[in-house]
């Protein structure tokens, strides 16, 4: 068990900017509030709202850490007024309000879960972010279910290589593109059917064909932008397009008679804002359906890179060349 002291190194954002504001400093040990968890953090996942709140573009909620950092793995070594969940010890992984980029950090006792035996501290702390967006947005929302198909773009992403590895998991035909050959060999073998690279040609033309002209059930968009509209032409009837952010921003003049004569939902949500209870049902859902899937080794969270804490620029940095394959992740 580790010994706490008054302070603990963190990472902090100076001002908006580059990768360079990001400047590791001393704070004083976080206190866990009712129902909260502290945690000695051994490693924390790094994600685009990360970078956009680094680059002063991501809004906070009103109860949010400061400190950047959305998802972590550690050990449970003290807790709140209320909380019973979990005991000093209890190796675990979660979904933060901010403040993963740190040597401790609070948590909700509901937004934990049990790390599985495979799993080292590097892997589980990639999996909170992705895989709660990705089993909300596709499965709980949009309902996708065995013998449907799925559109996902950015498949070498955090996010993309959690979708296909579920998709495939539940019975689903998964198309990706992505942005090279090498990250479409990559995709193909994570196990996505098909994939394609979008820099080489037109691939709403590509899924079309792939899929005989039928399209897809259901699009995950992280891009949005001028793919909106070719997004909507691939879903079939009744299908479901759900949008996570906006690298292309989030501007598109599009043509809605299909919503009509396809029966089409749109969708979408983003993860931070999400209330306590929210979350909990959410990690209730990943508790029943996809941990039993990490302890049997069908799926896992991809890593592509580690860094040490005090390195979390280089591993902004990295994430903004998107030369990346996976996860990145901070090691404390």
């Known amino acids: 068990m580790p010994i706490m002291k008054d302070l603990m190194l963190a990472v902090s954002i100076r001002e908006p900017g580059g990768p360079g504001v990001l400047q590791p400093i001393e704070l004083p040990l976080p206190k866990p509030r009712k129902a909260e968890v502290l945690l000695r953090v051994r490693a924390a996942g790094v994600n685009r709202p990360d970078v956009l709140q680094r680059l002063g573009k991501y809004p906070l909620p009103e109860d949010a850490d400061p400190l950047p950092g959305l998802e972590v793995a550690g050990e449970v070594v003290a807790t709140g007024t209320g909380a019973g969940r979990w005991k000093p010890g209890d190796k675990v992984m979660a979904l933060t309000r901010g403040g993963g980029y740190a040597a401790y950090c609070c948590v909700h006792e509901d937004h934990c879960l049990a790390i599985p035996a495979p799993l080292s501290f590097v892997e589980a702390a990639a999996f909170p972010e992705t ?20 559109l996902v773009h950015g498949g070498s992403s955090g996010i993309g290589t959690t979708a296909i590895q579920l998709g ?77 952010a906006f690298l292309k921003g989030p501007v598109a003049e599009l043509d809605m008679r299909q919503v009509l004569a396809k029966r089409l939902t749109i969708t979408g949500s983003t993860l931070r804002p999400q209330t306590i209870a929210e979350k909990t049902a959410i990690a209730a859902e990943l508790e029943q359906h996809v941990v039993p899937l990490l302890a049997a080794g069908l799926v896992r969270p991809i890593i592509c890179a580690t860094f040490p804490l005090t390195e979390a620029r280089l591993a902004h940095e990295l994430m903004e060349s998107s030369r990346h394959m996976g996860k990145i992740v901070l090691e404390t």
Do not use: P
């Open 131 to 150: 895989y709660f967006t990705v089993w909300y947005n596709v499965f709980m929302r949009a309902g996708l279910t065995g013998g449907e198909s799925m």
């Open 168 to 244: 495939k998991a539940f019975g689903v035909t998964v198309v990706v593109t992505a942005g090279t050959s090498e990250k479409c060999r990559f995709c193909a073998d994570l196990g996505a059917d098909h994939a394609i690279d979008y820099g080489t040609g037109d691939w709403e033309s590509a899924v079309m064909q792939l899929t005989g002209g039928k399209g897809v059930d259901v699009v995950l968009d992280m891009v949005a932008g001028s793919y909106m509209q070719k997004n909507m032409n691939l879903l079939n009837r009744d299908g479901r397009y759900v949008i996570i």
